[in-house]
């Protein structure tokens, strides 16, 4: 799929949401890409995890680990078309993401992190933590869509399906905010602060 490709299938499905939102990176902006309207697709689901597992055909990838909830199904998607276990992480208790449910990693296993949208890449960098002290090898990280505008620095090798340069904002430089309005949260991670 290319670029023009991605972008007409997430507006066909009304993935991009126009309003003022709280990303789960906790900034503020007036564009949501809401994934989980593309991913309740299972054909636009298979067709974007394929095309994403073939940036890392290269990497000899023996497992994907994604960050719940965001991660889990285009993960899904990519550790089939590549053949590979997908696995994801979750926060406990104390809010800390960790790999539950009784799921394992080998010695070194080969590990593609995998999440839908990079803002800050914040989960990714949570999920790389979780495989290393886990004793995996993370060889790369990947995302549906990277909406840093290439700002987005891993330690990794990372690559995105789809770059967009969507600007967000610290809530307290938010024009939205200032102009009034009260941000919507239509990510997962506010769970987080229930729990
Ligand atoms: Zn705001």
Known sequence: MNREEIVKLLEQVGAVRTGHFELSSGRHSATYIQCALVLEHPQHAEQLGRALADLFKEHSVACVVSPALGGILVGYEVARALGVRSLFVERDRSGQMA???????????????????WTTGGSTRETIGVVEEEGGLVVAAGALIDRSGGRLELNVPARALLEMDVPSYEPDECPLCRAGGMPTRPGSRYLRRSL
């Open 99 to 117: 790999l539950r449910r009784g799921f394992e990693l080998k010695p070194g296993e080969r590990v593609l992190v995998i999440e839908d949208v």
